[in-house]
């Protein structure tokens, strides 16, 4: 496989890091085209893969840290402990600082790129691209029904390729694929089963053969605004060719279903509403979400599509694309989609976001000179305090509350110890301020998704960290144990509770 | 609509395991240390006792979706907690503490043997015998108040579930024992005063 190059090729201030043959000689080429989307990053460029997780020299740093931790704890137990919880004090104030005024950038509004409907109608067919939509689907009975909702999509159908994307050994989905209407834009494209077995391979896979210009993706639950592609299109001429990329907004259609899925919707709102703007106005990389991104074909190639062994090749991909000279901007345009209303299936997806978000960040940061300019100052800020902070903040968090509950209900001097003046008035700016910006946030989103239903649920958000930090404790301990499982989140429980209540109430 | 038939053969083995765990942890619970407990405060734990367990023996409509690093992660928590509360609080000597302990224990066991998802069903039970560790609700008539509420509770939850239907309850794997039985012979020991 003479294809891919071994050193990124930098034209233009843009970086490629994967020449990929011609769709159409892929498409011949069978045997290519799997390698390619198992292993094409991780050959070419594979210091941008997460196919090993540390370099030899994080490796090295991490067992220094983790000695020096261990001897400072074991010779000088109150120092070692003043001097982690003050570093660590730091990294709270410095994350809800990060937070905060990225919330303001992005609530000030104007970063999001707004397409009106009669825009979107407006531009003629023949100016339209040939358009990609990638749907992985994996253990889905209903794609009749997948289908159905795709069908609303207002584009051309001779310049559309929806490819469905399904596993070789998913037999539950290709029966009902096969009961499927044939139609002439709709494909079913059947993936291998190697290994690695996730979504971001099946996507490689459906992607490498489409010779369309742009490219989508949505999950199987997914329902999206109908004239989604057309807004994008728009929007990406709007912003010229140095945007590879627009995300369109993620919202829930059962997002009144009970208090998680309350809380899940107050977490997207501000997400997408707030937080990815406010990173496009501070030109920091932004994080993709896992559908709903509108691509540029030509970039995606070039930039190696995504990593197969990343659990957030998403947010991955939105850093690669940032690296390799790309911008990536925020579409008004909303995609619904189920939010997951069962806290142990809530438990699993977060905790692969947030190893994904680690495993990221630890990707990105093997050349931290390279990267640094690649990414600029705030990049790197946004790197280390978004995309790491988020996570490993999060599981420090039970650790502070049981210190905390134990301070309360023991006045233990020995806790007492750990917090000289200094760090305990920081600690407490934290636990006051932070906790109370963070409930404001909360409260904010609501007005601003024009919800007041979701006002109880903003002021009970705490509950909801107590499970972001299991999902961020559970992250950390499989970063260790099983760095590239994919822990598939169920989907459909919206439906199947529905019918369960419904069952009952008969009966 | 009539309810399936439910396969009684099939399903009585996996009811008895589920019940000898809760009757393990009721043990476990009664072996922590406490003064000498107030006839209302056993009127609360038993109410807690029936309305556990008929929380976990009626019918519910949830996914199947387990997470065992969940259950690990929550399960230590339970049993750091009842160790602190043990130790720090001197559950022999105060109430409140023993039932603090106890009720952490019984949770962090559950959570390890029977899952997140069985433990959480049964976790409304749980203010029960916290309330009966309150002194101020030890009182005969207090206990009778909270042991007909539990009753009331469960009588109503099992007239509106129905019994657990099959393919509800997992099979417990005996392996998931060992960690909760040594963990909780430790914090039982350390409260009761056993020092190494």
């Given at each position: 496989m003479g294809v891919v190059l071994v050193t990124p090729d930098v034209t233009q201030n843009r970086t490629r890091f994967l020449s990929v043959p011609p769709a159409s000689v892929l498409a011949e080429d069978h045997d290519q085209l799997v390698e390619l989307s198992c292993h094409g990053l991780a050959t070419a460029a594979p210091a941008y893969s997460a196919r090993s997780v540390l370099v030899r020299w994080q490796g090295v740093v991490l067992a220094v840290l983790t000695a020096g931790l261990l001897a400072g704890l074991l010779l000088s137990p109150r120092t070692a402990g003043v001097v982690v919880i003050a570093l660590v004090v730091l990294a709270y104030i410095a994350a809800l600082g990060y937070r905060l005024a990225l919330f303001r950038l992005g609530a000030r509004g104007g970063r999001t790129v707004m397409v009106s409907d009669e825009e979107a109608r407006s531009v003629p067919d023949d100016q339209l691209p040939t358009y990609t939509v990638l749907v992985p689907v994996f253990h889905e009975p209903l794609l009749g029904e997948l289908v159905e909702r795709l069908e609303r999509l207002d584009y051309p159908r001779h310049l559309l390729d929806v490819r469905l994307l399904l596993e070789a050994d998913d037999t539950e989905t290709a029966d009902a694929a096969r009961r499927i209407t044939p139609r002439e834009h709709v494909r079913v494209v059947t993936v291998p089963s190697?290994?690695?077995?996730?979504k971001p391979k099946a996507c490689n896979y459906g992607f490498l053969t489409a010779e369309s210009a742009m490219c989508t993706i949505y999950d199987a639950e997914d329902d999206p605004d109908s004239l989604q592609l057309r807004r994008a299109v728009v929007a990406m001429r709007r912003l010229g060719p140095s945007y590879a990329c627009v995300q369109a907004r993620l919202g829930f259609y059962n997002s009144a279903q009970n208090m998680l899925t309350r809380w899940f919707t107050l977490d997207y709102g501000s997400w997408f509403t707030n937080m990815l703007p406010g990173l496009v106005a501070l030109g920091a990389p932004v994080p993709l979400g896992g559908t709903s991104n509108h691509f540029r074909s030509d970039v995606l190639r070039d930039v190696g599509?995504?990593?197969?062994?990343?659990?957030t090749e998403d947010a991955d991909l939105g850093l690669r694309l940032h690296r390799a000279g790309y911008r990536v901007g925020v579409l008004g345009s909303t995609t619904l989609e189920e939010a997951n209303p069962d806290a142990i299936n809530w438990v699993r997806q977060r905790s692969r976001w947030y190893k994904g978000y680690i495993q990221t960040f630890l990707v990105h940061v093997r050349s931290p000179r390279l990267v640094t300019s690649q990414l600029g100052a705030r990049g790197v800020a946004g790197l280390v305090v978004f995309i790491a902070g988020t996570p490993l903040l999060s599981a420090l968090n039970g650790f502070f509350w049981a210190l905390t509950a134990m301070w309360f209900t023991s006045h233990d001097p020995a806790i007492a110890a750990l917090f000289p003046p200094v760090v305990y008035y920081l600690g407490m700016v934290c636990l006051v301020l932070g906790n109370l910006s963070v409930l404001y946030m909360g409260v904010f989103t609501a007005r601003q998704l024009e919800r007041p239903d979701l006002l109880p649920a903003a002021l009970l958000m705490p509950l909801y960290w107590g499970l972001m930090w299991l999902a961020a404790l559970k992250a950390v301990i499989q970063l260790v144990t099983a760095p590239s499982y994919w822990e598939k989140t169920t989907h459909g429980l919206h439906r199947q509770q529905t019918t369960a209540a419904e069952a009952g109430g008969a009966s | 609509m009539t309810p399936p038939p439910v396969a009684l053969p099939a399903l009585r083995p996996l009811v008895l395991q589920h019940a000898l765990v809760l009757g393990a942890c009721a043990c476990l619970w009664a072996a922590m240390p406490r003064p000498a407990a107030s006839p209302g405060s056993w009127m609360w734990n038993i109410g807690g006792l029936a309305l556990a367990t008929t929380l976990v023996f009626t019918r519910r409509h949830q996914p199947h979706i387990d997470d065992r690093d969940l259950d690990r992660i929550l399960g230590c928590g339970g049993l750091l907690t009842a160790a602190w509360a043990a130790l720090q609080w001197d559950a022999g000597e105060h109430p409140f503490a023993a039932g603090a302990a106890a009720t952490s224990l019984v949770l962090g066991c559950l959570f390890w043997v029977l899952g997140t998802r069985e433990s959480c069903w049964a976790l409304p039970a749980a203010p029960a015998p916290l309330l009966g560790a309150v002194p101020a609700l030890g009182s005969v008539p207090a206990g009778a108040v909270g042991l007909a509420a539990c009753l009331l509770g469960a009588v109503v939850m099992a007239a509106r579930r129905g019994p657990v239907p099959p393919g509800q309850l997992d099979r417990v794997d005996p392996r998931r024992l060992v960690v909760p039985a040594v963990a909780a012979s430790l914090v039982l020991l350390a409260a009761w005063g056993w020092s190494w």
């Open positions: 190697l290994d690695p077995r996730t599509a995504w990593d197969p062994w990343n659990v | -």
